[in-house]
């Protein structure tokens, strides 16, 4: 059966996270699939979204593992390049909550050398980027024209920074360049922790607002057992619970709410700026609440493991 034509690209970086089995840095580790761009595109496919992961991939044998992954979840892989470098490895070490802190492994590697494609297919109605993949050069500077050509093609634009600050060469920099893609964002999904690393407040919801007047026409916060708010131009604020889970670990799960909002807004033919515009605080609410659950799932397992369409229900 042939697939659907992809109607979101997800763009960035594929690479292994090695998962530990308990907590220190010496826990046991084992190779998982990962890299948040990867992840969100795999959670996308599983959840029924026709999708395709634009990326460079290394033809090394954990490059091979990740396009299956993607072509087990059903996402078109037609815009993945290969390269002969080796694959990025990231690894994770969990702390007592489950909270996850990654050493990266990035030098040399296949993704860096990622090039933008011409176009992209007709059909795609949304672009998601983030992670190392807007940090590294040179790949970093093809996908920041990626975003900015899909932003004045009218295209719904993603952005989750999902700050590595570890693999940040010059934090002044990356924060103004940060800044300079606000006008060419229609989503900007940050945690809690990204906000306040790259402005210094206390409070999320300080930076969420100012940000909504550099470009966004929403700006989704995710915050931990605190639950997911979002900051809209018309709908006000809208704030959910997360949903309580005993937690694996939260690998995965910022990436995993990337894919319900996009899944949600695909199922209500939203996925445009003015769509999102017109949402109501009911709208963001359900929104949330659907991002809420999958992230839920995700926490509950190990390693980046999103949910199937079935297990939400």
Known sequence: MTAAPPRVVVAGEALIDLVPHGTGA????????????????????????????????????????????????GVDTSLVGRGPEP??????TLGADGSARYTFYVEGTADRLFTAPAALPPTVRAVCLGTCSLVLEPGATQYEGLLRRCASAGLLTMVDPNVRAAIVPDEAAYRKRFASWLPEVTLLKVSAEDARWLTGADDPADPARHWLTQGPRAV????????????????GTVRVAAVPVPVRDTIGAGDTVNAALLHWLAGRNALDA????????????????????AAAITCGRPGADPPYAAELG
């Open 87 to 92: 694959t990025t490895l990231a690894a994770a």
């Open 274 to 293: 003015d769509a999102l515009d017109g949402l109501g605080p009911d709208d963001w609410r359900a929104a949330l609440g659907h991002a809420a659950r």
């Open 220 to 235: 989704v916060v995710t915050d931990g057992a605190a639950g997911i708010t979002a900051y809209t131009r018309h709908a």
């Open 26 to 73: 010496l826990a046991e580790l084992s190779p998982r699939r990962g890299g948040g761009p990867y992840n969100t595109a795999v959670a996308l496919g599983r959840l029924g979204v026709p999708t395709a992961f634009c990326s460079r991939v290394s033809t090394d044998p954990f490059g091979e593992a990740l396009l299956d992954g993607l072509h087990t979840a």
